[in-house]
């Protein structure tokens, strides 16, 4: 499945396998996965300013 998918090649060598990752298809997931990276990042600040907000309220 890996193979087929392109995320590992191998070779054989006697009766086992070999295998290795290949970069190519994470340098694409995480090219896709930027966006939504900045999109939480985002979010994930405001909720910080928010929650020391809501200490400092407190306090």
């Known amino acids: ?3 087929k998918s392109g995320v590992v090649e191998f ?3 006697a009766n086992r396998r070999i295998y ?3 970069p190519e298809p ?3 997931l995480n090219i896709w996965l930027e966006q939504y990276r900045e999109i939480w990042e985002e979010k994930l600040d405001s909720l910080e300013l928010y929650l020391k907000e809501l200490q400092n309220k407190k306090q």
Do not use: Q, R
Request: glycine share 0%; hydrophobic share 50%; proline share 0%.
């Open 26 to 28: 994470f340098k694409a």
């Open 20 to 22: 290795k990752l290949c």
């Open 1 to 3: 499945m890996l193979y």
């Open 11 to 13: 070779y054989a060598e």
